[in-house]
């Protein structure tokens, strides 16, 4: 597991994260209750991607692995007024004990 774990992290570029405290929590609860060992290990930028950006890197997500959720604001028109608003969207994300290289 300790070879996965150095594996699965982002040597590219760091991930999309924009630095929000509230998403930062809400994931870190969830790798806490999954994997206590793990949390302090937690890197949004360097290891916690959605399966889109894990598949890009050369990983895989594992076969009947369950996502962290989490939820982000993306701005859109409102389809009764028109105007531009801020709607939640909700996040998939898989931590790197999740995942293995291609």
């Given at each position: 597991?300790?070879n996965?774990?150095?594996t699965?992290?982002?040597e590219?570029?760091?991930?999309n994260?924009?630095?929000s405290k509230?998403?930062f929590?809400?994931?870190?609860?969830?790798i806490?209750?999954?994997w206590?060992?793990?949390?302090?290990?937690?890197?949004?930028?360097?290891n916690?991607f959605?399966?889109?950006?894990w598949?890009?890197r050369?990983?895989r997500?594992?076969?009947?692995e369950?996502?962290l959720q989490?939820?982000?604001?993306?701005?859109?028109?409102?389809?009764?007024t028109?105007?531009?608003?801020k709607?939640?969207?909700?996040i998939?994300?898989f931590?790197?004990t999740?995942v293995d290289?291609v």
């Open positions: 597991m300790d996965l774990n150095k699965a992290t982002a590219v570029e760091p991930s994260y924009t630095g509230t998403t929590d809400m994931v870190l609860k969830q806490r209750d999954r206590p060992s793990e949390a302090e290990n937690y890197d949004p930028y360097k916690c959605t399966y889109k950006e598949v890009r050369g990983y997500v594992r076969r009947g369950r996502s989490s939820v982000t604001w993306v701005e859109g028109k409102d389809k009764k028109g105007e531009e608003k709607f939640p969207k909700k998939f994300l931590f790197k999740q290289p």
